[in-house]
């Protein structure tokens, strides 16, 4: 279970979230949805300790995860996918999932997790040796989301997976984390910018305005809600 | 024809030592975008410990790089803590250039303290073997020239396979390409610089042993401090594969240069080459962006 509680988040000077309360229960897929500079990835960056919250806590499976380094909040078992893949570019396939199973706990699990992720996205076992740099943009996409999953995560965070790919690409990989969350009853918070395609993959969503929490609700609620509606899907 | 082979080879023999020279400045800066320009007088440094070692007691050159190297990590973990760790949370340029001030200040301490405590005499190690050539077709090698290039090859090679094969190496090298996602991975980004930094620390204490076989003063700091810079340009920013062939294709061009011109120009041609890299091929001979 991921809750995060009453949290404020700056950058610097600039005050990003105020108040900012959510949890997501096990097994869940949970959306966060809201307009560009709303916070979104400021909470993801929070969550995985990246960013520190100068209010409120950040608790993962009962261990609070804002007062630890960022590099140790992966041991708790939560990995992102960032915004824009961030992969590494200049290194092999296979070396991006392994610095994806960086963390002791991974590495014992190395070839057991790449057996998986291989069945997963059968696409990246032809490229292993091939450049991440090199692979197309959906490729891409699927290695981010392998690597993240090679720490054999209890809670995986995705940020703005939809960017600058093909609609019919996108849906593919939804459909492959939803068998993900499913199969290895993972949690899964996303975050997107195509509100409809969040609302219809989320259990739950929440909004977020201008860094405050604006509204949340089971995912098909919200999708006919006048709020979501009129504000989101250009819908009157 | 023999006259042009001996020059190049010659070349060749410093080419691998500039090499040597550039590799430590080249990871430090590849990963953390950390311009350390002491590296030239740490080099020096590196020369004048081996050169009381060999004087003193009677340590082979070549057998005190166990030594000299450990030695130099230790003093770059120190400096690290001391002067280079708090510049790891500013920005990308601003790391540039606070790094290079602050190790600018250091190049002028080490020099002038090199020059203060062992005069600015001209000092060199005579080995058994100093002097000593192979003879391959009519081409005199040096022993310690031969023994300078095997060391580099050596050398880059192991850092090659260090940076390829272990999972320490690899967290390197995800560093180096981008902070917060290695972060993201469970990598203590700040252990990894730390521990990048002091290796290229330690990467100065060879060529500094090949430094000691030659002719050297304090100002030898500055001098290779250049070369490194020059290489750095070859090879392109960061780029560990690059360094040597950099560091082969300036010695080589210096050689050539000087066979021609004569050796006053013997500069020059570095720092045309310098110039003609940054005018047409930035990226350097790696190819990778800078």
Redesign the interface.
């Known amino acids: 279970m991921l809750e995060v509680k009453n949290v404020d988040v700056s950058y610097g000077d600039i005050q990003a979230l105020w108040d900012v309360s959510l949890t997501a229960r096990d097994e869940e897929i949970v959306a966060l949805i809201g307009a560009n500079g709303a916070g979104k990835t400021t909470v993801l960056k929070t969550i995985?300790g990246?960013l520190k919250p100068t209010k409120g806590s950040v608790t993962l499976y009962g261990i609070r995860s804002d007062t630890i380094?960022?590099?140790?909040?992966?041991?708790l078992g939560v990995?992102?996918v960032?915004e824009g893949r961030?992969?590494?570019?200049?290194?092999t396939v296979l070396?991006n999932l392994?610095?994806?199973g960086?963390?002791d706990r991974?590495?014992g699990a190395k070839s057991e997790n790449l057996r998986w992720i291989s069945g997963v996205f059968p696409i990246l076992e032809q490229r292993l040796h091939q450049l991440a740099g090199t692979l197309s943009g959906g490729e891409q996409q699927m290695l981010a989301i392998a690597?993240?999953l090679m720490?054999d995560p209890k809670t995986l965070l995705v940020d703005e997976l939809s960017l600058g790919l093909a609609p019919l690409i996108v849906k593919n990989i939804y459909k492959t984390l939803k068998e993900i969350n499913t199969a290895r009853k993972m949690t899964v918070v996303v975050v997107e910018q195509n509100v409809r395609l969040a609302l219809e993959i989320g259990d739950r969503a929440y909004i977020l305005e201008n860094g405050r929490i604006a509204g949340e609700g089971k995912g098909s609620d919200l999708l006919n809600s006048e709020q979501v509606k009129k504000a989101y899907l250009a819908m009157k | 024809m023999l006259h042009f082979a001996q020059i190049f080879s010659y070349g060749l023999i410093s080419g691998a030592l500039y090499g040597l020279v550039a590799l430590g400045l080249s990871l430090v800066f590849g990963v953390m975008n950390y311009l350390i320009v002491a590296h030239g007088a740490l080099i020096m440094m590196a020369a004048y410990i081996t050169f009381w070692a060999f004087v003193y007691l009677k340590i082979d050159p070549f057998l005190f790089i166990v030594i000299v190297t450990p030695a130099f990590f230790v003093i770059g973990w120190i400096l690290f803590k001391i002067l280079f760790q708090s510049l790891m949370s500013f920005s990308e340029g601003e790391k540039i250039k606070n790094s290079l001030l602050i190790s600018f200040g250091l190049l002028l301490v080490f020099s002038n303290m090199a020059t203060l405590f062992w005069t600015a005499d001209e000092r060199a190690i005579s080995t058994a073997y100093t002097g000593k050539v192979f003879d391959l077709f009519g081409v005199r090698l040096p022993y310690i020239g031969l023994g300078g290039v095997a060391l580099a090859i050596i050398v880059i090679i192991a850092l090659h396979l260090f940076l390829t094969r272990t999972y320490f190496g690899k967290a390197i090298r995800a560093v180096s390409l981008d902070h917060e996602a290695a972060t993201l991975m469970g990598i203590n980004v700040n252990r990894v610089c730390l521990v990048a930094f002091s290796l290229g620390f330690a990467l100065a204490g060879i060529p500094g042993i090949l430094t000691a076989l030659h002719a050297f003063n304090p100002t030898v700091s500055f001098e290779l401090t250049n070369k490194a810079l020059i290489v750095l340009i070859l090879a392109g920013f960061g780029s560990i594969k690059g360094v040597l062939i950099g560091g082969f294709l300036l010695g080589a061009i210096e050689a050539v240069g000087v066979y021609v011109m004569g050796t006053p120009y013997r500069e020059v041609f570095g720092l045309i080459l310098f110039v003609l890299f940054l005018m047409f091929r930035p990226q350097g001979l790696a190819g990778k962006k800078a």
């Open positions: 995985t990246v380094p960022a590099h140790k909040v992966v041991d990995s992102m960032p961030r992969l590494f570019r200049d290194m070396e392994e610095i994806g960086y963390t991974a590495r690597r993240s720490s």
